[in-house]
């Protein structure tokens, strides 16, 4: 058994600190004043034209971007509390931030080098441009090393050809990356930086989704796409590895989401179950539907608890990525640190954010599902804030890594590489 950095308790404080509680305030404030926008579009599948120039005025497009890219510089955890506030309005808001920022300019931030952080990070905190990530492609979902998408190299370009299908935001982004492999090759996979304003480059919104109705999703296909040298990302070959890195971020970000989809359940519940009378009393006052309620708090607690101290883990492995430098074809470390030091963090980072994904998105399915069991017919309808939030939460336990697929990573870190079970 491999042997664990696990996270000093002690140091773990839940209180928020004084700046913390100041950035929550003015993000609970544009949930609170963006709720009715959001349930309109929703129930009319259209984007809410609203959260971009709103989330913007208080920072919330760059909120763990470095400030030298006009960014906030939050810390992982305060940009995972505002995500969790968001959820509350439901997970597609918190999608378009998940894309935006979680699998998109941190992508850039900590594998880009300094010229394309220079060139392509600040106008995406301030909203002019919205990113987006398309790994995923109709052969290779869970598989993601099956991919077809192809790179060519030639003198002073790469050209890029294949489809990707689910892109978050990708009716919309200008930026986004994606991952391709050399042609010929079988394995050798590189990550790069699309700027989606190409005529070689078509997109086409994915229809009839269950829920997520206010984020869009695009069919992306590159038709022989010219692009600079200057995009790629990383080093040559490290597509996998770098997409590997983005989606830890994206699964804390899909678990803290979850976190206040719960939290906006039982609120709901509450209100609900107290107001609404059969046989007699209220519905508060019967055994089974307290048995629900009592479920759906402890499914909230237990959550809080995997996300904040994986975000914590996730922190200190941030302290590394910032000091890393990319030079002479390697990455280097600024300061004078073991890259074993490094892999450790960023193995325990990969664990227990699966862990969180895994069992926060579990968790919301059945909060959510308890939930439309309390409104009863009430429930069934999309204009009920659970309803939206079992519709969308459906689809969490899918993205950023199937559960099935989370399992069998998490019994296999335990078990070791040789009981791979995929
Ligand atoms: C709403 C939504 C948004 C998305 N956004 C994005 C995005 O922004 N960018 C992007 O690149 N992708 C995105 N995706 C794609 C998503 O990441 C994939 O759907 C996911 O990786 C699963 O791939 P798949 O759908 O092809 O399912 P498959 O890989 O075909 O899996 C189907 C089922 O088989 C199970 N399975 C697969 N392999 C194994 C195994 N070895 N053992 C046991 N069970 C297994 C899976 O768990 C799943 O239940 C999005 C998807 C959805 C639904």
Known sequence: MKNYHFSNLSIMK?????DQKVFLQKIDGICKLLREDEEKSYLNESLNEKVIPFFNKIGMLGCPISTEYGGLGYDILTYLLALERIGEEGSSMRTFFSCHTSIGQMILQNWGSDEQKKKFLPNTTKGIDIMGFALTEPNAGSDPSLIETTFEESRDHFIISGKKHWVGNGTFANTITTYAKEKGSDKKI??????????????????NKVGLLTVKNAIIEFNNYKISKENLLG??????????????????SVAAGAIGVMRDCLNETIRYSKSRSQHGTVL??????????????????STKWLVYKAATIRQQLQIYLDTLKYEDNRWIFKINRKNKQYSD????????????????????????????QIFGSEGYKKTSRVARHFL???????????????????????????????
């Open 14 to 18: 839940f209180d928020l600190s004084k």
């Open 190 to 207: 590189s990550a790069f930086i699309i700027d989606m304003n190409s005529s070689s480059i078509k997109k086409k919104e994915i229809k």
């Open 235 to 252: 080093l040559s070959g490290s597509g996998l590895s770098i997409a590997f890195s983005a989606l830890i971020d994206g699964r804390l």
């Open 284 to 301: 508060a006052k019967k055994q089974l539907v307290q048995q629900h309620i009592s479920k759906i708090i402890v499914a909230l607690e």
């Open 345 to 372: 963090l960023r193995n325990e980072c990969d664990r227990l954010s699966a862990i969180a994904k895994y069992y926060a998105t579990n968790a919301s399915v059945d909060v959510t599902n308890r939930s439309v």
């Open 392 to 422: 969308d939460s459906r689809a969490t336990t899918i993205y950023e890594g199937a559960n099935e697929v989370l399992e069998l990573k998490i019994a296999c870190e335990i078990l070791g590489s040789e009981y791979s079970a995929y």
